[in-house]
Structures are given as structure tokens and as C-alpha cells.
């Protein structure tokens, strides 16, 4: 059975810098395309960032040029590094693998001063 784990949110002052970490397991994880999403308070769920089998990425406008997607296949890690954060940043921040829709719990990144 797939699992995805996050790690790495907190609290950040604006400005500042998070790197979010999804572990995968119980998958060929090369295989897979992996994204980010997050869910802020009151709003729907949104792709921020996303790193296809082949290491082609995209990103939202809202992040380009702030946050970086990136993958190591030998440790079966994606991550999200995540510059000069804004308040609106603020969210749950959500690993997802297709094929297969699997979802991990996510983790929560709050920016504020």
C-alpha cells in the first residue's frame, strides 16, 4: 500500500524560508508524477507545485520564482523549498502521487509575524 508522509512545516516569519519533505513508501516512486497542493483556511484545495517521472516541473503563479520542487528517486523523497514567504503562504501543505490519487496528512506551514 502507497504512503506518503510530510515533514518540515512551522511557523516561519515573512520573508523567511521553509523545505517541506514528502517520504514515500509502497510504490516504484520513480514512476511517479509527484505534486504539492495546499488548503488554506476557508478556501479550496490548490496546486502549488508539481515534478513529473521525468523531472519536468510547473508551478503555480502565485509561487513561481519563491518555491522549488525537487525529487531524489534513491530516497524516494520529493520536496518543496519554499523562499521569501508571505503571509498568504499560510496553509496545509499536501504530497500527491498519480497514478493512484494517494495522499499524505499533510503538514501545516503558518507565516506570520
Known amino acids: 500500500q502507497a504512503q506518503l508522509v510530510e515533514s518540515g512545516g512551522g511557523l516561519v516569519h515573512p520573508g523567511g524560508s521553509l523545505r517541506l519533505s514528502c517520504a514515500a513508501s509502497?510504490?516504484?516512486?520513480?514512476?511517479?508524477?509527484m505534486d504539492w497542493y495546499r488548503q488554506a483556511p476557508g478556501k479550496q484545495r490548490e496546486l502549488v507545485a508539481s515534478?513529473?517521472?521525468?523531472?519536468?516541473?510547473k508551478y503555480a503563479d502565485s509561487v513561481k520564482g519563491r518555491f522549488t520542487i525537487s525529487r531524489n528517486n534513491a530516497k524516494n523523497t520529493v520536496h518543496l523549498q519554499m523562499n521569501s514567504l508571505k503571509p498568504e503562504d499560510t496553509a496545509v501543505y499536501y504530497c500527491?502521487?498519480?497514478?493512484?490519487?494517494?495522499w499524505g496528512l499533510g503538514t501545516l506551514v503558518t507565516v506570520s509575524s
Open positions: 509502497g510504490m516504484v516512486f520513480s514512476m511517479y508524477d
Open positions: 515534478i513529473t517521472s521525468a523531472g519536468i516541473t
Open positions: 500527491h502521487a498519480d497514478p493512484g490519487d494517494y
